[in-house]
T-cell receptor, first 113, second 117 residues
């Protein structure tokens, strides 16, 4: 079974600075997807970024980028130019093709002004 | 932009009562999911549904739970006899595997907050 580990329960960052959230996973699959979802206080689950395991290039979405290390089974999220609206719980998630999402325990990110 | 919707946003019920949580997935999506999140905990998979049948279910999804797609748009989760430990946020998600949206991405609804007293 797949597992996802987020080792940082809480992080904080000053507005406009950069922060990196860590995620590791365990799987024997070769083809899969990895995701970061954001959950603000409203508890809505919002997709931040997606990475296909077969792609070597790291995914980027505006201020959000990932560092995907397939051999190390590591998938970290970098948030540049942090904004107050980035304050949320961030979940890393693994998905085998056509299957369910397996979530990590989450990291609470607080952006301070 | 198309989105997944869920009703109600909040539901309070008495232990032992039946509840039905409703979801309208994105219209061209074919795969549907229910997840739940107990307060302060991680999001857990309950069940996936494709082609009018359950494709996978977790050990949480016992005989008290059922899912249905009664018409072409709604996707429901029924809890037959609620327990205190069913109190959680329930999320519906849908995906369009292989579709033009990029496929394999699950889009979540806003959730239904269920409180069992």
């Amino acid at each position: 079974a797949q597992t996802v580990t987020q080792s940082q329960p809480e992080m904080s960052v000053q507005e406009a600075e950069t922060v990196t959230l860590s995620c590791t996973y365990d799987t024997s699959e070769n083809n899969y997807y990895l995701f970061w979802y954001k959950q603000p206080p409203s508890r809505q689950m919002i997709l931040v970024i997606r990475q296909e395991a077969y792609k070597q290039q790291n995914a980027t979405e505006n201020r959000f980028s990932v560092n995907f290390q397939k051999a190390a089974k590591s998938f970290s999220l970098k948030i540049s130019d942090s904004q107050l609206g980035d304050t949320a719980m961030y979940f890393c998630a693994f998905m085998k093709y056509g299957n369910k999402l397996v979530f990590g325990a989450g990291t609470i990110l607080r952006v301070k002004s | 932009e198309p989105e997944v919707t869920q009703t109600p946003s909040h539901q309070v019920t008495q232990m032992g009562q039946e509840v039905i949580l409703r979801c309208v997935p994105i219209s061209n999506h074919l795969y549907f999911y229910w997840y739940r999140q107990i307060l302060g905990q991680k999001v857990e998979f309950l069940v996936s549904f494709y082609n009018n049948e359950i494709s996978e279910k977790s050990e949480i999804f016992d005989d008290q739970f059922s899912v249905e797609r009664p018409d072409g748009s709604n996707f429901t989760l029924k809890i037959r006899s609620t327990k205190l430990e069913d109190s959680a946020m329930y999320f519906c998600a849908s995906s369009d595997i292989g579709g033009p949206s990029g496929g394999e991405t699950q889009y979540f609804g806003p959730g239904t907050r269920l409180l069992v007293l």
